[in-house]
């Protein structure tokens, strides 16, 4: 597939956020996950990539950052007694909030799912809540957030926690673009943060890297940076399977090819 980005004539978003804090330079094991398009498999991916690092030995905290519609955990199948709507009301703390998923091996801050989004909470309360998550990093060897899909200023906040940022996206036209969308507003209010790229649902490892370039082509041409691509996760049906028997594809279907690809980008990262 041989998509063509539009052309770039988007203003350019002038940033907004308050520039370096304490923040950024505390997240550096910190990966949030994002991708402009909703239902690209952030949330999937992100469960996967927090499993496998567990897998590896790895103390891995999996925060749940989709403000809107949460579902870290339908898609694990918990049923959390205290989750981000309890800290944002102030009745615990994040910490309080954590709890240990024993089939994956790793700990889980569940989002508000269920009972009204946190879409609205004031963007300092948030911000509170990333430096609250930057602290609680600093005793896991990595934490993933699964961020909303988007663009608004709430998950560039809290994608602010972290130190590397992974945009997910599939070949799907409008997900590319979404996925420049993201690339371009973060770069543009964090210059020389550490974005990458990960392709995900590809039909083909060949077609997945086909449109990595589409996409790597696009940042060069109006952008002037190039996001490395972190991997390639190929499409499987065995996915939604686990998704739907709210089980980790790592332990209903480990030989999937997708879960294995997981593994790979895993390894990768940790042999940075
Ligand atoms: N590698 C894959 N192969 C096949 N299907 C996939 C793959 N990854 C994700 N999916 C499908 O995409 C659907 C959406 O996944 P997921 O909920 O993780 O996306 P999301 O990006 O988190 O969505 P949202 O933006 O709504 O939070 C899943 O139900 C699953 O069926
Ligand atoms: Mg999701």
């Known amino acids: 597939?041989?998509?063509?980005?539009?052309?770039?004539?988007?203003?350019?978003?002038?940033?907004?956020?308050?520039?370096g804090s304490s923040v950024r330079s505390r997240g550096r094991n910190v990966l949030a996950v994002a991708s402009g398009k909703g239902g690209v498999g952030k949330t999937w991916f992100s469960i996967t990539l927090a499993h496998a690092?567990?897998?590896?030995?790895r103390k891995t905290l999996l925060f749940d950052g989709d403000l809107g519609l949460a579902n870290v955990d339908i898609q694990l199948g918990l049923m959390p007694q205290l989750d981000l709507g309890s800290v944002v009301t102030g009745k615990v703390t994040l910490t309080q909030a954590c709890s240990h998923y024993e089939r994956g091996g790793f700990d889980v801050i569940a989002?508000?799912?269920?009972?009204?989004?946190?879409?609205?909470?004031?963007?300092?309360?948030?911000?509170?809540?990333?430096?609250?998550?930057?602290?609680?990093?600093?005793?896991?060897h990595?934490?993933?957030?699964?961020?909303?899909?988007g663009v608004e200023k709430s998950v560039r906040q809290l994608a602010r926690a972290a130190g590397t940022i992974l945009v997910v996206t599939?070949?799907?036209?409008?997900?590319?673009?979404?996925?420049?969308?993201?690339?371009?507003?973060?770069?543009?209010e964090r210059p020389g943060a550490d974005i990458r790229v990960v392709v995900n649902a590809a039909n083909s490892t060949r077609e997945g890297e086909r449109t990595y370039a589409t996409l790597r082509k696009a940042c060069e041409g109006f952008l002037k940076f190039s996001p490395p691509l972190v991997g390639i996760v190929r499409r499987d049906m065995r996915v939604r399977e686990a998704i739907r028997n709210q089980t980790p594809i790592l332990i209903?279907?480990?030989?999937?090819?997708?879960?294995?690809?997981?593994?790979?980008?895993?390894?990768?990262?940790?042999?940075e």
């Open 252 to 271: 209903r279907s480990p030989n999937a090819e997708a879960a294995m690809d997981v593994e790979t980008i895993a390894d990768k990262l940790l042999a």
């Open 1 to 19: 597939m041989s998509t063509q980005l539009p052309n770039d004539q988007t203003q350019m978003m002038a940033p907004s956020l308050a520039p």
């Open 170 to 188: 599939s070949d799907e036209p409008t997900s590319l673009t979404d996925a420049y969308a993201f690339i371009k507003v973060t770069a543009l």
């Open 111 to 140: 989002g508000r799912s269920g009972s009204g989004s946190l879409a609205n909470i004031p963007l300092s309360r948030l911000q509170l809540m990333a430096e609250d998550l930057s602290m609680m990093a600093t005793a896991y």
């Open 142 to 149: 990595k934490v993933i957030i699964d961020l909303g899909a």
């Open 53 to 57: 690092l567990a897998l590896r030995g």
